[in-house]
């Protein structure tokens, strides 16, 4: 059947509680003796509680006393974030009390805080950095309970990557063990895009964004003297996202190097063959390099006093191997440009995607506190916002899967060999976890779901 316009009706499929599903065409609807192969049964997949407002909450506008920490490495729209927490609760809910704690974790025990009210944080979105200061480690459990619990503080707020929501887990433990009413909510922060479960963190496409700045740079350098080499380092200590995205946005990159995809320098579909190749049919190549990819052949020559491994620097060493190799290549002098925007990255203020995300973070946060959750962290899953575990949260790294469909479109896009053989992609396969996520509102009916096939569908 067609509608005027000639196309095919809706097929609208209705249920309870006046549930309408307006599915698609499906061939055996026109094909009565169609052959339909089914597939082995899978597991439903995990639910996660979908974010956003309740019509109960656990806390009075008046009796809250919120306070927001920063914690880690510096990211993209740090500052925003914390302007719309404060803003947030102050416009949704009503809350005047809100403190800032500053420099990290060790600011509960060691530091003033800051009071905290909208006029004081109106244009912080546009500064980089963090208005509250932050620091690594300081973590001390009892210490910091014991600041909430003397301070009347109800509601904590960390802002942080999988480091810092390792503490805020203990300090949920502590703070539950005690029997204190405080709601503990992370907010996940790192540029390395490496915290799982969650679609992607804040700050990330930013990073993406500006590296674009470095590898424009490098390839105009390349291309702009015979043999030209340029060689751009950027941050993923053990994840390769940023290297990988920047790379496939910019389209000048002939060779990518992230810490999952192990590559050799010499011999046949080695790197300097590669270089070598590229050098042959474009006279120039723009290399870029995660700051945690190649460590293992870094290892072999550079260790501390104590024999310990260290994260070189793997764009200076990588940049003097080239050298090194090319200078005995007497037909083929090459001229390298070596260029590290690594921290340049992740000081500049978000752009305006991060920033209208950091806002849904923010928002996501404040209303599952409000409304009495605790011990979980807010995050986009399968598109759809929702309070996922601490648990989920370190329980592992997020990292580029070398045999998944991203880093196969990338080898596509700078003709790079693989660096692989038949047991790297086995044992791949193997560390690969299961993608299945299942949200829920919060009366349980379910919103969307993927299973461990990957393939996703709405109910």
């Known amino acids: 059947m067609s509608t005027e316009n000639g196309c095919a009706e809706p097929k609208l499929v209705t249920g309870d509680a006046g549930y309408v599903l307006e599915d698609v065409p499906h061939l055996s609807d026109y094909i009565p003796d169609l052959l339909i192969v089914v597939g082995r049964s ?11 407002p309740r019509q109960k909450v656990c806390f009075e506008s008046d009796e809250v006393l919120a306070c927001i920490v920063t914690c880690g490495g510096l990211c993209p729209g740090l500052n925003t974030v914390i302007r719309e927490l404060v803003c947030g609760l102050h416009d949704m809910y009503g809350v005047n009390s809100i403190l800032g704690i500053e420099d990290g974790y060790k600011g509960f025990y060691s530091r ?12 912080i979105h546009r500064r980089g950095g963090t208005i509250l200061g932050t620091s690594r480690g300081g973590h001390n459990t009892s210490k910091i309970v014991d600041s909430i619990q003397d301070r009347g503080i109800n ?15 203990m300090i949920f433990e502590e703070i539950r063990r005690r029997g204190l009413k405080v709601a503990v909510v992370g907010i996940p922060k790192t540029i390395d895009n490496d915290i799982p479960v969650i679609d992607k963190s804040f700050g990330f496409d930013t990073a993406v964004e500006e590296a674009q700045r470095a590898i424009n740079a490098a390839h105009v350098e390349a291309e702009s003297i015979e043999n030209g080499i340029g060689v751009v380092k950027l941050m993923g200590r053990d994840s390769g996202f940023i290297a990988m995205y920047a790379t496939l946005a910019s389209r000048d990159v002939d060779c990518c190097l992230i810490p999952e995809s192990p590559f050799f320098l010499e011999g046949p579909g080695g790197l300097f063959e590669h270089i ?5 049919e474009n006279g120039h190549m723009v290399l870029v390099i995660a700051e945690g990819a190649g460590q293992d052949l870094l290892r072999e020559s550079m260790k501390d006093a104590s024999g310990n491994k260290q994260l070189q620097d793997v764009g200076f060493w990588i940049s003097q191997k080239i050298k090194d190799h090319f200078s005995k290549e007497k037909k083929m002098p090459v001229n390298l440009k070596y260029i ?7 000081a500049i203020p978000g752009n305006a995607s991060d920033n209208v995300y950091c806002t849904l973070l923010a928002h996501s946060a404040i209303h599952g506190a409000m409304a009495g959750f605790t011990g979980f962290t807010v995050g986009p899953v399968n598109a759809r916002h929702a309070y996922i575990p601490f648990y989920r949260i370190i329980e592992r790294q997020n990292k580029v899967g070398i045999t998944d469909r991203m880093w196969a479109r990338l080898l596509s896009s700078t003709n790079q060999p693989s660096f692989l053989d ?5 044992e791949s396969k193997k560390e690969k976890p299961p993608s299945s996520q299942l949200l829920s509102d919060d009366d349980g009916e379910n919103l969307h779901r993927e299973n461990h096939s990957g393939k996703s569908y709405f109910l």
Not at 42 to 52: D, E, I, L, Q
Not at 422 to 426: L, N
């Open 276 to 280: 070598k190749n590229r050098l042959k």
């Open 155 to 169: 509601q904590v707020y960390i802002i942080g990557g999988d480091g810092t929501h390792k503490g805020a887990a």
């Open 422 to 426: 038949a047991k790297d992609v086995a």
């Open 42 to 52: 899978s597991p439903r997949g995990t639910h996660f509680r979908r974010a956003g």
């Open 340 to 346: 590290d925007p690594t921290y340049m990255i992740r």
């Open 112 to 123: 003033n805080t800051i009071p905290l009210r909208p006029k004081v944080v109106n244009d």
